[in-house]
């Protein structure tokens, strides 16, 4: 008996309209917890004076944020 997708993952996405459920693949992580980073990384805009010290701040930029899965199955049809 197959489940429905909403008792079977607790990490889904779609993929060209699809769910991964409905090729019956499952999204896993290795070992026994999820570990990501909760922002994406930044990146401060400074400028350095040769004639004074320090450094002038211009703004700070954000990446996007990323996650890797790993897709399991025992099976496709």
Do not use: C, W
């Not at 489940?3 to 993929?15: A, C, D, E």
């Not at 060209?16 to 896993?28: K, P, Q, V, W, Y």
């Amino acid at each position: 008996m197959r489940l429905p997708y909403r008792y079977r993952s607790f990490i889904s996405f779609s993929f060209g309209g699809r769910r991964i459920e409905d090729f019956n693949l499952i999204a896993t992580v290795s070992g026994d917890r999820m570990t990501r980073k909760l922002t994406g990384d930044f990146e401060d805009l400074t400028s350095s004076y040769d004639v004074l010290d320090g450094q002038f701040y211009h703004s700070t930029h954000f990446r996007t944020n990323s996650i890797s899965f790993h897709l399991a199955t025992d099976g496709i049809n």
